[in-house]
């Protein structure tokens, strides 16, 4: 391999590695050669590596193959960055007649699978290689790898070869706009997109899912699915330490909140006692075996219940994986489900509130009517944060899954649109001017601190009960949820 750029970085952003390889210091560039075979006529080519970093969204690898004996040319994306904690399901809605819909960019890694539901027709992940093209674009080479081979198919086999001719047709239908269709990519590894033009506000016809993956999709990525031994050994070995006395063993981490009071109380900082003893803390942290998300491999949770003042009881859970170092913490509500959901207003007029801890779940809505905000239910999962930290990592997450509004080849009225709302954005957080959180909970499992001791003194926090629609209850499952079987052994074993 011959590289031109060996003194500079690895990776760098996309428009510097532009400039420098269409400037005077094209050397710069870290633009790797290496010799490669070439496929269709069997002589070597060239192939050229570059590293490279797309501003907002990812690290990623293009390359390019050229054969000077065939002329024989390809290139191809990969992605570079982390596997993404979740994967990523985008269903498009593309209304007849919309040319615009179908000029929205794709981005589809190694892994993504496009599926048509209308016509039946999957394109999985080996058909088309990690793209950068457009919902047109990926139907339309679609369409040229079926007709590749149709003269071969009319005389093998003229049954299918009419077959898939009268399916080209429909599929040609669908690319030119003639049809309505539903446009699904599916990406276990969460590195693919679909472009959203109305961002940051919601795209009614673009919706976005996230899922866990599965032991299957786990080993499809190239990543561990089954626990060898010595990670189980190990497992086991580091979640049991000696105790003090009795030589008992016990969960390791299952140390109580009263040593933890005592050494912060060492600190001789108020600042640090007062937060320790706002909510109360159990005596012991509980342990249950668990599989890691990120490589499946056996590990431990570990997780306490404590009751928030003005709220409820939760659970705080953390899983730690000594076999590949992934982390994760959550705070989970305990006890039953509300009979009502509950929704959360805080004005925010004052700097101290965005200091103002904050717990969101999972099936929580957040809206900021001043930013023209509102993020579904289920959009960054649950956090436990301050209000001006959600703020922030909502921004953040926004950038990166809307990535395409903040690239070189963005329109101009598209970046001014991103700068107003970043302007907006720092408006409200240096509070130039009042504005409004609101934080809908079907599960009424979100939570605002109060800034005074009595929450009813509190005139900026408003909370409202409400009764929960029966589509709300048909998507958080409680329509089917049947309980009669344990309201009888209940109401047995009270008697």
Not at 181 to 204: Q, R
């Amino acid at each position: 391999m011959a590289s031109s750029g060996e003194e500079g970085p690895v990776v760098v952003d996309l428009r510097s590695a532009a400039e420098s390889a269409g400037g005077e210091d094209a050397h710069a560039t870290p633009l790797h050669e290496m010799e490669s075979l070439c496929m269709r006529c069997g002589e070597n080519g060239t192939t050229r590596v570059l590293l490279t970093l797309i501003p907002h969204f990812r690290e990623v690898v293009l390359m390019a193959f050229e054969c000077p004996h065939c002329n024989e040319r390809n290139n191809e994306i990969q992605f570079a960055g982390q596997l993404q904690q979740k994967g990523c399901c985008y269903t498009l809605k593309v209304p007849m007649g919309q040319s615009e819909v179908l000029n929205r960019q794709v981005v589809k890694s190694d892994s993504a699978t496009i599926k048509i539901p209308e016509l039946d027709f999957e394109i999985p992940p080996e058909a088309q290689r990690g793209t950068l093209s457009t919902v047109e674009g990926s139907i339309m080479r679609a369409i040229s790898e079926l007709q590749e081979l149709q003269d071969e198919r009319k005389k093998v086999d003229p049954q299918k070869a009419e077959a898939i001719d009268q399916f080209l047709v429909k599929l040609r239908c669908l690319g030119s706009g003639e049809a309505a269709f539903t446009f699904i990519l599916d990406d276990p590894s969460g590195n693919s997109f679909i472009e959203n033009p109305h961002a940051p506000s919601p795209d009614p016809l673009l919706s976005l899912r996230f899922y866990e993956r599965t032991s299957q999709e786990q080993a499809a990525l190239g990543f561990l699915a089954e626990p060898t031994k010595e990670p189980e050994e190990s497992s086991q070995d580091a979640s049991t330490v000696e105790a003090n006395s009795g030589g008992q063993r016990m969960p390791h981490g299952s140390v109580g909140a009263v040593a933890g009071r005592r050494a912060i109380a060492q600190g001789n900082s108020d600042e640090i006692s007062a937060a320790l003893y706002r909510y109360s803390a159990p005596e012991e942290v509980d342990t249950l075996p668990s599989s890691c998300s990120a490589c499946t491999a056996e590990c431990v949770t570990r997780f306490f219940s404590t009751k928030i003042p003005y709220f409820r009881e939760v659970i705080l859970m953390a899983t730690t994986c000594d076999v590949c170092g992934y982390r994760n913490s959550e705070l989970k509500p305990g006890g039953g489900i509300p009979a009502k959901g509950k929704k959360t207003t805080l004005h925010v007029q004052e700097f101290k509130d965005l200091s103002r801890d904050v717990i969101k779940s999972d099936s929580a809505a957040v809206t900021v009517p001043e930013l023209e905000l509102e993020l579904s239910a289920g959009t960054l999962g649950g956090m436990v944060t301050t209000v001006e930290g959600l703020i922030v990592k909502i921004c953040e997450a926004l950038e990166r899954v809307h990535g395409f509004q903040l690239g070189d080849s963005t329109h101009e009225w598209e970046k001014k649109k991103w700068d107003d709302f970043k302007e907006k954005l720092a408006k409200l957080l240096n509070l130039e001017e009042p504005w409004t959180l609101i934080i809908d909970d079907a599960l009424a499992a979100s939570f605002i601190a109060p800034a005074t001791d009595l929450i009813e003194e509190d005139k900026q926090l408003t909370i409202e009960e409400y009764e929960r629609s029966s589509e709300q209850n048909d998507e958080l499952g409680l329509n089917d949820m049947d309980t009669s079987s344990a309201d009888m052994a209940y109401n047995t074993t009270s008697t």
